[in-house]
């Protein structure tokens, strides 16, 4: 059989990659991976439409060929990885942007970039609210296909909150619509939602109608140290009583901080239990929200409390806890874990994934979406040393089953992936992935989307 990247391109010129170094770039997200494949081994097509996206599918299907669908590669699952053989569709390049102001709507792409989308919404006075903290990186596409959350989903929900429709190129190249423009709309089943987190599995998102809101005033924040990691943990459960939700609620424990701390100086203290950081972006009740904010922090046993009182100084606060993830990266190899319990079960999370980790003897952090009971902990190892990874795999096991034992999921946001599917059939149920698998086979009856990937 003729190369996929021979076929393609006679079939979509310029659209297909046919440099190998070129088509290296595109082996693999962020997921830590042994060895990436070579761009020798897949094929690369950089649709600009939707006809290149309908060109490329009814090849797959015709030649049998694999698909992975991909966007800004920051997924941190190996969902968007190169498969040997296949085609990585990346939809980087589809970016068209049309805000509809008074229908609150914005009709997108899906190679638009999440921030672009917020500012162009800024722009004319709306909000797009889903913000990774990848926002600079990931586009719409990958948001859709992972359900992504981020750091204000404790007032605004995730992705799917948003979506009222997607154009959908099936395998096989049929184009479908799902959802709608309006407000409201009820006629048919949700396909919507199931192509929303299904990390491309069913088919390639084109096109996205997403709803906007009216932007709220700009965020205040307020930055907490705590002596103890009880005190903080305290401090979380005192914001849930708070009256008006913060637009943003971040915990870092103190391995975090100091994680942060060594990458640049942020201003944090060494040593300490941990940090939060609030905002408020309640139109006109900004500073009124942060201020009860901290005195809920300095009551729940604060050792210091910083308050902004204006966009610069806040964007400031939170400069600390954008170097997070940098910051972890610098520190060494490490597994990064993505589950999520109930509100109230999150403080017995961070102190079991300690315990595993002193257990397992590894250096450990506890950070994330405090507000949602999402946490990023991650179990650092030395890549040279078998027993040492050996003892991080353990780690990321112990740390679902304690999940799971706290109510909660093996994944909040990140998605399954490669990384997270020797879990998934014990957390769904067997006859859960017989029937999920059913409805993944009548969208693609060939399998070839994404084959290896969360359900698939
Ligand atoms: C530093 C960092 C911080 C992060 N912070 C967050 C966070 O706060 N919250 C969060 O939720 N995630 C976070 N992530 C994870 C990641 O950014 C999200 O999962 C994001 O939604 C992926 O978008 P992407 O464009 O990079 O997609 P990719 O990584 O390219 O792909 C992700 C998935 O989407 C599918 N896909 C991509 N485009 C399409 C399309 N057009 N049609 C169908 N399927 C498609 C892929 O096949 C794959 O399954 C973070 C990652 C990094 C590296």
């Not at 709803?211 to 943990?233: I, K, Y």
């Not at 914001?239 to 701390?261: I, Y």
Request: charged share 20%; glycine share 12%; hydrophobic share 45%.
């Amino acid at each position: 059989m003729a190369s996929p990247t021979a076929d393609l391109h006679r079939l979509l010129g310029d659209r297909v990659v046919t440099d190998p170094d070129v088509a290296t770039g595109f082996a693999s997200d962020a997921y830590p991976q042994a060895q990436p494949l070579s761009g020798t081994e897949f094929t690369v097509v950089r649709a600009r439409s939707r006809e290149d996206v309908v060109t490329t599918l009814r090849y797959a299907a015709e030649h049998r060929v694999p698909v992975v669908p991909q966007g800004g590669r920051t997924a941190t699952t190996g969902a968007a990885g190169a498969l040997p053989g296949g085609i990585v569709l990346s939809t980087a390049a589809m970016t068209t942007v049309e805000i509809l102001s008074q229908e609150r709507i914005a009709v997108v792409g899906p190679g638009v970039i999440n921030a672009d989308l917020r500012a162009a919404a800024a722009e004319r006075g709306l909000a797009y609210p889903p913000d990774p903290a990848s926002s600079a990186m990931c586009s719409i596409g990958g948001n859709v296909a992972t359900n992504a959350g981020g750091l204000c989903c404790v007032k605004y929900g995730v992705t799917a909150d948003y979506v009222r429709g997607l154009e959908v190129v099936l395998p096989g190249g049929a184009v479908v619509r799902t959802g709608r423009r309006t407000a409201k709309g009820v006629a048919g089943y949700d396909l919507t939602g199931l192509f929303v987190g299904s990390e491309g599995t069913l088919g390639v998102v084109t096109e996205a109608v997403l709803r906007l809101l009216p932007l709220g005033d700009p965020a205040l924040t307020v930055l907490a140290v705590f002596p103890t990691l009880a005190a903080t943990l305290a401090g979380v459960d005192a914001l849930r009583g708070a009256r008006h939700t913060p637009s943003l609620l971040e915990l870092l424990d103190g391995p975090s901080v100091d994680a942060v701390q060594a990458y640049g100086d942020y201003g944090f203290p060494l040593g300490s239990g941990g940090v939060l950081l609030v905002q408020s972006d309640r139109a006109g009740h900004t500073l009124e929200d942060v201020e009860e904010y901290a005195v809920a922090m300095r009551a729940a046993g604060a050792s210091e409390v910083a308050v902004a009182e204006d966009r610069a100084e806040a964007d400031l606060l939170l400069a600390g806890r954008r170097a997070l993830n940098p910051a972890l990266h610098a520190k060494g190899h490490r597994f990064i874990e993505d589950v999520c319990v109930p509100v109230t079960r999150l403080g017995e999370l961070v102190r079991r994934v300690h315990v595993i980790a002193d257990a397992r003897g590894l250096d450990a952090t506890c950070g994330g979406h405090a507000g949602d009971g999402n946490l990023h902990p991650c179990f650092f190892y030395d890549p040279d040393d078998p027993a040492s990874r050996a003892a991080a795999e353990a780690a990321f096991d112990d740390v679902v089953r304690a999940a799971w034992e706290l109510g909660g999921t093996l994944t909040g946001e990140h998605g399954v992936g490669v990384q997270k599917r020797p879990w998934l059939a014990e957390e769904l149920g067997v006859a859960e992935v017989a029937r999920q698998r059913a409805v993944k086979t009548l969208f693609d009856p060939l399998g070839i989307m994404n084959p290896g990937r969360g359900i698939a």
